[in-house]
């Protein structure tokens, strides 16, 4: 006995450790999320943007670069009365010149392209809270497909043994070979819901796996929460003010006005005058001073903005700042109208909720199995029996299919405010 078991022991050592590896554990909401945040290619991406627009910043804030040039003249290039000296006069003449920027373009340029980033990293959190509204209506799907998936095994399990029952009785003369054939044939139903609350979880799980950018197989792959709903809403006006706080694309939008006075700061400085400084130095320069070989000479070169003033851009700027105003005020708007209109479905359905949570899914179990011991003891029809079955199922479906629609309402509610208000 003692070799067998050794025995047996020696083949389970040899078992890969991977065949032994239990079935991932389901995934929580947080788990979700941060795997989505971590690998999702579009919020990755995002990212990248902000990287971008910092990399803006260093160019904005370069000074021009200075010009250096190198001119030689003063080269004879043929003979003159019978005399040719060609370098003898020759004079070289390096010179430097650099265009020196007033009313403090180079740091308006700057605050311009911060203020740039701002708007990208406030874009980047606006993407995050759509992605997550997907992401969290996937996960609400997931988890309702997965209920009504055990409601389907609940149900055929329930009513394969009122099927056995009801084989019984036949054997025994209490009901009639067509009562029992339709018996029979009402399984056909609850078979086909079992396989569709299947075939719709899998598709639920890919569709999660899609925007976490994993490949993991879908049998593998499960995610776990809870699927219920809480009778307490916070207060309405609470809940817009939360929304005015934290609503990134409302902050985008202020964050595009501010930045649009910059903008036109930067286009009244870019119409002023940008002298020219040069200076440069000349060797054996002067031909009418015999003793001047070595010299220097400096220049200023300033445009006279008679005609370009950047008139047109000044004006596009105004105008923007007056734009932007606009759109700011219409996204104000929209967040208000996104967080009624949410809040108002949360509201309804939580009204539709409360009476199937305290009455009407105890009221559905008791007719089913009230009927059911009655049928089975010759006090109610068939007929009875297989409506109180119907009426059963049908009220359990309509409680997940309500409480995902809370679950989803409440994402869209979180959404609009911009955060979560409703774990």
């Known amino acids: 006995m003692k070799n067998q078991f050794r025995k047996y022991l020696a083949l389970f050592a040899l078992i890969p450790s991977s065949a032994l590896a239990q079935t991932p554990a389901p995934l929580s909401w947080e788990q979700v999320r941060q795997r989505f945040e971590q690998d999702n290619p579009t919020l990755l991406a995002g990212k990248l943007g902000i990287d971008e627009s910092k990399a803006q910043e260093i160019t904005a804030f370069l000074r021009p670069n200075p010009t250096f040039s190198l001119t030689a003249d003063g080269t004879q290039i043929a003979p003159h009365n019978s005399v040719w000296r060609p370098l003898a006069g020759t004079y070289e003449t390096p010179a430097i010149s650099y265009l020196h920027e007033r009313r403090h373009k180079r740091e308006l340029r700057l605050e311009s392209a911060q203020k740039a980033t701002g708007i990208a990293v406030s874009g980047q959190a606006d993407l995050t809270r759509t992605l997550l509204f997907a992401l969290r209506t996937a996960f609400v799907q997931t988890l309702q497909e997965k209920a009504i998936f055990e409601l389907a095994k609940e149900n055929l399990a329930y009513y394969d043994h009122v099927l056995d029952v009801n084989r019984e009785r036949y054997k025994a003369g209490g009901i009639a070979q067509v009562d029992l054939d339709r018996l029979e044939l009402q399984r056909v139903t609850y078979e086909s819901d079992l396989q569709t609350a299947e075939e719709s979880l899998e598709t639920a799980k890919i569709q999660l796996l899609m925007l976490l950018n994993d490949r993991t197989p879908v049998d593998q792959f499960d995610v776990t929460g809870p699927f219920d709903f809480s009778r307490q809403l916070t207060p309405l006006d609470e809940v817009r003010q939360a929304a005015l706080d934290n609503r990134p694309d409302l902050k985008v939008a202020l964050q595009s006005v501010d930045k649009a006075k910059t903008d036109h700061r930067l286009a009244v400085a870019n119409g002023s005058t940008d002298p020219t400084l ?127 629609s809370y679950l989803n309402a409440a994402s869209q509610l979180n959404q609009a405010v911009g955060r979560e208000v409703i774990q």
């Open 278 to 404: 040069s200076a440069w130095y000349t060797h054996n320069s002067s031909n009418n001073n015999p003793f001047g070989i070595n010299t220097l000479g400096a220049s200023v070169s300033i445009p006279l903005r008679i005609f370009d003033r950047n008139q047109g851009e000044k004006l596009r700027t105004q105008l923007d700042i007056d734009r932007s105003e606009k759109l700011m005020e219409a996204t104000r708007a929209q967040v208000f109208a996104d967080v009624d209109s949410a809040y108002a479905t949360v509201d309804s359905t939580l009204i539709l909720l409360q009476p199937y949570k305290d009455k009407y899914l105890q009221q559905a179990s008791r007719v089913r199995d009230t009927i059911a011991f009655s049928y089975e003891h010759g006090a109610a029809s068939l007929l009875d029996f297989l409506n109180a079955q119907a009426e059963y199922r049908s009220v359990q479906v309509n409680y997940l299919n309500l409480v995902a």
